[in-house]
């Protein structure tokens, strides 16, 4: 019996200088695994009779309990003071330090013409692509520009030395979509396609002009379209793109590829209307060429203009950055430069 | 061009009308008006007619002199004034005190010791002209004190249309034709021209004209004699200079003056130097003196008007200097023509002149209008010059005569075209107001377009639509959305894929996309060792510098990493765009949409950078397609690829694209201690492999087991060596191989590998899995690969 006090002082003892779960445990195993002091005390036991056996018995069992229970009281002890310097370990951020926000960045195009796009392809509209050189009958033939046709003029167009040319216009796909949709329209089925692409004129640089730039173009051809649904189909997606209710105003424009032809004007972003230097005082900014299909236009992508009208419309791809950026020098765009371009983080 | 609301107003009376609101919806209607609208005369006034009764000169001064005037007041006003052409008994304009000239108010002024009480006006002061030689002489008999205002045309407004807007428009470049827009616009009825009756002249003899070449139209002439006035009326004047033209002599205004009236360019020949008139081109080129006095190369492609066999006149264009008036000439041959207006363009532009003539030719005017142009300017000759007289027949050959253009087309077409409803009534009212000849009976409408706009401009249906509805005025339509059928809209895979590959370089790398251009810059290239390498040229490019077209987008991205460089130690750029990688057999060119990539980094090693880069390329073959690349080593095929370390990127084995480093001797130039890595990946060929969709596996329910595996690699082997060593071997739970340490030493070269194995049906079993190892192990042995 004695043994069994002088185990639990001992034990008492030990534990008190325990200070981690390592000597936590190898004290546990000291005393309560199998080998342990508190178990051996049972083999002690032969000696004994039956009726002291039982009282021995009885008593290191209870020792066996209590030290368990005082080592479980040990780990949790352990735990928290474990807990304690961890939190008093942990230092004070300076969360006012800058952020470090560098990632990537998509090019003010891509922004402008997933916008675009993506007002479109709410109302049902598919989205194509074209190559960037064309044939002269893409360019120009096909879509009522025939040869010697004043309007040629108007477009100092690069050739290239096997005849055919950078495109002059996003038009160039005007036939090929025709084309490409026209059969469905016997079912029932309107082409309604829009078609971005990089355009390129032979013209001098500078902050206001480009060699190179983008257009998005967009057509509807049915039976039944007319020039109400185009002033609506402007007027919706040119509300979309600026995100607010833009008043729209039509005057006739010359196109050959459309009849009848109309610029559109917007009420001016900044004064709203009022007349500011952005819009030369006149309050409206010639913001996209459109019209109903010229007649030639369709009958060259094969679909018959007494049965089927549509309009078409271009809008200035680059020139929507521009002013949704307020970016100052077209050249910007293609400079290469990520100071510049960089910025364009996301849009959405 | 300007236009004069006076001119306008001379054929249609828009009395009671809001001017600006008009021009407003003529800028709507018909033709872009620019913003500022000139108020001519509106910052004058006081100014009044007055003689001058004496002249005297100042007693100190060489220049002023001191005059008495007389403004019709009743008393002679003291005046000094500095003009050289004051004299007495002229007549001049005065501006009286309290007049308002600009800014200036007249007072009583000291000059030299002496006050004015007003002052002599020069036409430039009016701003009626720019003559500033001296003061205005008035030759019209005028009571003095008249307001100036009252007798001239000074006050007027003046608006400037957009040329490009009249492109289309051969009737819009005169005053009339202009006034026959406001005309329908305001709904007021078009005054007909003044002109004279040319049938008056018939017994005359005829000139001597032929038109010998189809680039002719129709060629009118008259012949006159006995013009004594030299300087044009006052408000002729006036109204030419408003319009931005200067006055010279009275014939020459006159002509001008039609043109802007009318629209038809006119000129005046010394008879004597156009005997037998002759329009023809000539078989060789030659040299030409215009009247301008610039000589000029005219080849054997533009249309000339000749005296017999010499030229005088290039057709459309200029007259020429030696047949031009002159002093002693007494009788004129006035030419009013129609020409081809391609061959007038095209002549114009490889002589590089154009003028206010050629301009008007180009648009393809309208030949009916030669005759009467020659009806109405001897109509304003006669009026302003009654000692004129005419001296030939009108002679007249018509070579070409355009179609009657007529047009029908019913109600029910209109309706599909606006898409709003407009009564016949109105369509009607605004075709005739136009000059054209409508009938219509049950809603079907035959029209007769008028000749003026018949030589392009309206030719179909659809051009009555846009006369009908812009006079209606676009402002005025109920707008509505369309009735067609939805139907769901599939995405090209091609952008779909551009797309996706976008939102993965941007958001997930951090990659910056940029913009090019199609041709490569020969400086740029040059700047870092690079050649142009050949390839389809631009036929005009101004620049020489830019006249070839890529066939790699590598070479500019590496430009543009140059032009980065200092922007941030590691940083990667990538772009879709275009190049040319050859002809086909129709002589095409092969233009291919490329993604390119290039991975900049001073802090990485150039063996991390390829891998991160073939990383990502990987990552996007498994997010846009889920299917893996492979990559073979191949040869370089520029000089701006490192000789080593080139790849080629299949997907299902079809090539796809390339990737590689740059050439040392390139990378040096553009940064010697940082690492660059690029690729190439053709949009088109990625497009056209299956998308497959990701293929689902049931996680395991039965623990994995994993089977590290030290091993000594010799020089040469390959991963994709080893892989063909357990390609086969797998069991079906071989799930796959990691790499989870490697080591190199001067020896050779080890990786451990770490084999996966899990079933989702059993637990497996170690004797299983050490049997597949075991296999495998042997296999490597085969390739020299043994166990470390």
Known sequence: MDKISELRAEFEQKLTQIADLVDLDRLRVDYLGKKGSITALLKNMKALSNE?????????????????????????????????????????????????????????????????????????????????????????????????????????????????????????????????????????????????????????????????????????????????NLIFFMKTMLSEVFQRDVKVRLRPGFFPFVEPGFELDINCLICGGEGCPSCKHSGWLELCPCGMIHPNVLREGGIDPETYTGFAFGLGLTRLAMMKYKVKDIRDFNSGSLKALSQFTDDE | MFLSMNWISDFVDLSGLDKLALIQQFSLSTAEVENDIFFKGSDISGIVVAEIKSVENHPDSKKLHLLKVDAGDGVLTDVVCGAPNVRVGMKTAFAKVGAQIGDITIAPRKLAGYTSNGMCCGESEIGISDDNSGIMEITDDIPTGTDLKAVYEIDDIVFEVDNKSLTNRPDLWGHYGIAREFAALAGRPLKPLDTEDLSAYDALKKVDLKIEDPLCYRYSCLQVENITRTVSPVNMRIRLYYCGMRAINFLA??????????????????????????????????????????????????????NDNTPVAIAGIMGGLDSEIVEDTTTLTLESATFDAASIRKSTVRLAHRTDASMRYEKSLDPEMTDVAIARFLNLLKKYDNAVQVVSALTDEYAFRYDTVELNFDKSFVDRYTGIEIDNATIIKTLESLGFAVKEENGVFDVVVPSWRATKDVTMKADIIEEITRIYGYDNFAVHTTRSPLYPVRMDEVKRNEEKIKDILVKRYSLHELHSYVWAYNDELKNLGMEVEDNIKLLNATNPNIETIRNSMIPTQLCQVKTNVGYAPDFGIFEIGRVVTGMTENNLVVEKKKLAVTLYSKTQDVKTLYFALRDMLAVIADDVKHTPLTFAASEPQHAFEHPVNRNTILMNGVEIGMMGIVHPEIGRKIDKKAAIVFAEIDMQAFGEQENTSILYAEPSKFPPMDYDLSVVIPKGVLFADMQACWADEGAGILRGVRIVDSYDTDLFHSETMRFEFSSSERTLSSAEVQEIMNRIIENLKAIQVVLR
Do not use: W
């Open chain 2, 253 to 306: 205004d006159l002509t001008n003056y039609l043109m802007l009236e009318m629209g038809q360019p006119m000129h005046a020949f010394d008879s004597r130097k156009v005997e037998k008139i002759r329009i023809k081109r000539f078989d060789k080129p030659f040299e030409f003196q215009t009247l301008d006095g610039v000589k000029r190369h005219v080849d054997e492609n533009t249309l000339m008007i000749c």
């Open chain 1, 52 to 228: 002291e056996k039982k009282t021995f018995g009885a008593e290191v069992n209870k020792l066996k309990g209590y030290a368990a229970k005082r080592v479980d009281e040990k780990i949790e002890e352990l735990r928290k003071a474990e807990v304690e310097r961890e939190i008093a370990a942990m230092p004070q951020f300076d969360i006012t330090a800058p952020a470090n926000t560098a990632r990537g960045s998509y090019h003010p195009i891509t922004l402008v013409q997933r916008q675009c796009e993506a007002i479109f392809k709410s109302m049902g509209f598919t989205v194509e692509d074209y190559p960037e050189i064309v044939t002269d009958y893409e360019c120009f033939e096909a879509v009522n520009i025939p040869k010697h046709h004043p309007a040629r003029d108007m477009q100092d167009t690069y050739y290239l030395t096997n005849g055919q040319l950078l495109k002059s216009h996003t038009s160039a796909a005007q036939n090929a979509i025709l084309k490409k949709y026209g059969s469905r329209l016997q079912n029932g089925v309107p082409i309604k396609a829009i078609f971005p692409g990089r355009c390129f004129r032979n013209e001098a640089t500078d902050a206001n002009h480009e060699n190179t730039f983008f257009q998005m173009e967009g057509m509807m051809v049915d039976k039944d379209i007319s020039i109400s």
